[in-house]
């Protein structure tokens, strides 16, 4: 089968970031970096923002007084002047001292004072700017929507809207709506997001030329492609994120910085939807502008090379994918990226183990779990007490995971002894963790450790232990009630784990129930979906006979050789599956058609299968019109067994 499909799911993330730039994968970016801020405005676009809301509110304010009428008395007219002018100095002096104000604290201190003296109308600029510098400082999500929304208050009062800076206020209310997490946020956000983006869309038909269009039109996609992965809605985020690349196109120098982000940006968004080949151009492209601008050594080069490794091994290209963890392990070095190398380490020998060099990757992972003992005694002995613990916590991260992969490669020997005592040093780590966080919940970081764990207890044949571990990784999803990449993988893991213990009825739940997550997820002809169904006919033909499973096998044959082509031994598998349900029920002429099929597509995967059957048919012309009697005469004196 191809390599684990589910867990290719990916460690997008071990990642940190909130923001969409993958959501599948470790982005090696300064810890300073905005939690979510899609298309975060430069200082110049703040600036330009701030001024044409300036201009606008000063437009309001100041008005030129009318030519006073003959029936009012000078006195009268030159004492209202007076303090038309008065007020109008005073709102001026507001206006500036808010203007200057830097910090955000100065802001809110000068947005006080004018509180008094504008209305909700005049004062809508500068709430928009309030909310976009609490923004910028990652304050509380609801204290930005709460300026953003009395904003949007006061220019949709305004009789002449100023309809660019009202889409920048929807952009920063669903941006908000988006740190503040949950699905009910995410939906709220996508509306004010869709808001902006008719707004926006209406703008550039009337050929909208002001130079901040089109990155408001960038932040404004990029946004709903955040949103719409926090809603699991992956199968429209790839035409947000391509939208984005015109964009970057259009608006970016040639080999710009945002090119190849953007170009990353949707190369990770394939990898997520495991459309590896889709995603291998758009990956290249982003590295060799990286390299270009920024030379090898450098935090987007590494992300880039960690992103090319998941796509080679996505692709079964193992020793392509080996290359690029290689210099990816040198930039990290590099950069003195202790803990991301160590990771980068792990990763190289699970590569290793998927191709075999099982004792290559052992010597790996056991310099992985040395390093960072000796790591931490150093900066003990610095006197660097807070790094040290902080080092100590990835210490026991790498380690587990090191544990893991150790684990995989004494159980691919067959040192079963060796591997479960691997296996329980990592459960030791993870144990000790919760106990001394006081939960017996698992975290996101543990569920998919436990997962992994299972899966070698199940290659085992420790079915009991396997499943048990196997509810611990899932309890974190329910306890969440999110629809996470791997929640579908669990659902899967668990319905194969139910089979082999004889519990049919459950495994079908559990194989129908991922069905309709992938369903969801990566539409109905992704092959991952082609998977499901050839677990789903396995399970069908163990509760209910082979006729209920043939519907399944035909549907998994039919969207693996789509997307796999029919030589894949993934197809080949689902194919071989419908000729024994054929068989079965006893549609012969079917059953033979599908198994020769089979024999033809594991020809081509092997040269001496189809050399020794054109040997067989040279054979059988040779023997034609022997009798049955002669060749059984001879297949004895040759002591081969020969059926009737």
């Known amino acids: 089968m191809r390599k684990n499909p589910i867990s290719l799911l990916l460690n997008l993330s071990r990642q940190g970031p909130k923001s969409f730039s993958p959501l599948i994968y470790r982005n090696y970016a300064s810890p300073s970096s905005s939690s979510s801020s899609s298309a975060p405005l430069d200082s110049p676009a703040l600036s330009r923002l701030w001024t ?31 303090l038309r002018q008065r007020k109008l100095k005073e709102k001026c002096e507001l206006e500036e001292a808010f203007e200057s104000a830097k910090t955000k604290e100065e802001m809110l201190n000068a947005f006080k004072k004018m509180e008094s003296a504008f209305d909700e109308r005049e004062l809508a600029p500068a709430c928009l700017r309030i909310g976009l510098k609490l923004k910028e400082d990652g304050e509380d999500p609801k204290q930005i929507i709460s300026f953003a929304n009395r904003a949007l208050r006061g220019f949709d009062k305004d ?28 939906a709220d ?35 709903s492609a955040n949103l719409k992965v926090g809603l699991g809605w992956w199968q429209e985020v790839i035409a947000h994120l391509r939208k984005c690349l015109d964009i970057k196109e259009v608006i970016s120098e040639k080999d710009g910085l945002g090119l190849g982000k953007a170009n990353r940006y949707l190369a990770e968004c394939y990898v997520a939807q495991l459309y590896f080949k889709e995603a291998l151009p758009h990956c290249m492209k982003a590295l060799e502008i990286h390299e270009k601008q920024l030379g090898q050594n450098s935090v987007e080069v590494a992300s880039d090379r960690r992103l090319l490794g998941v796509i080679y091994t996505g692709l079964e290209e193992h020793e392509k994918a080996l290359e690029q963890n290689e210099l990816l392990r040198k930039v990290l070095k590099n950069l003195g ?76 020997q067959g040192k079963f002894a060796d591997s479960k005592r691997c296996l329980e040093i990592a459960l030791g780590i993870l144990e000790k963790k ?73 495994a079908v739940y559990f194989f129908d129930q991922s069905l309709s997550y992938f369903y969801r997820r990566f539409g109905q002809n992704h092959y991952v979906v082609g998977y499901i169904y050839n677990y789903l006919g396995v399970g069908y033909w163990e509760r209910d006979g082979p006729e209920a499973a043939v519907m399944k096998f035909v549907e998994a044959k039919d969207i693996l050789n789509a997307y796999l082509g029919p030589y894949h031994p993934d197809s080949i598998e689902a194919s071989q599956n419908l000729s024994k349900a054929y068989g079965a029920i006893g549609r012969y002429a079917l059953a033979i058609e599908f ?50």
């Open 52 to 82: 044409r809301a300036h201009g606008l509110l000063l437009k309001v304010n100041k008005t030129t007084p009318k030519r006073f009428q003959k029936t009012e008395s000078f006195v009268d007219k030159a004492t209202q002047l007076l």
């Open 595 to 644: 198994q020769l099929r089979v024999i033809d597509a594991w020809e081509i995967h092997c040269p001496e299968l189809r050399e020794a059957r054109q040997l067989l048919v040279e054979l059988k012309k040779k023997a034609d019109g022997a009798s049955l009697g002669e060749l059984k005469k001879e297949a004895d004196g040759a002591k081969l067994p020969v059926k009737a």
């Open 189 to 223: 956000g996508l509306q004010y997001i869709d808001r902006a983006d008719r707004i926006l869309g209406r703008l550039e038909k009337e050929g909208c030329s002001d130079e901040d269009f089109r990155p408001l039109l960038y932040a404004v996609q990029f946004e």
């Open 434 to 506: 919760r106990y001394e966080k006081h939960t017996f919940i698992v975290d996101e970081p543990e569920q998919d450790a436990y997962s992994e764990i299972a899966m070698q207890y199940k290659t085992m044949n420790e079915l009991e232990t396997a499943t048990s571990l196997l509810k611990k990784s899932k309890c974190y999803y329910e306890r969440e009630g999110a629809w996470d990449r791997l929640w579908g993988g669990n659902l899967a893991r668990h319905g194969w784990f139910r089979f082999l213990i004889g519990d049919a009825k459950n």
């Open 337 to 412: 990226l202790i803990s991301d190398l160590l990771l980068a380490e792990i990763d190289a020998a699970d590569m290793q183990i998927a191709v075999g060099k099982y004792e290559t990757a052992i010597n790996t992972l056991e310099g992985v779990v040395q390093l960072p003992d000796s790591k931490t005694r150093v900066l003990c002995n610095q006197g660097m007490f807070e790094d040290s613990k902080r080092f100590l916590e990835i210490d026991e991260d790498s380690k587990t995971r090191a544990f893991i992969s150790m684990g995989k490669a004494f159980c691919n």
């Open 159 to 186: 009789d002449e809207p100023a309809f660019l800076l009202i889409a920048w206020t929807l952009h920063l209310l669903g941006s908000a709506k988006y740190d503040l997490g949950g699905e009910l946020a995410f």
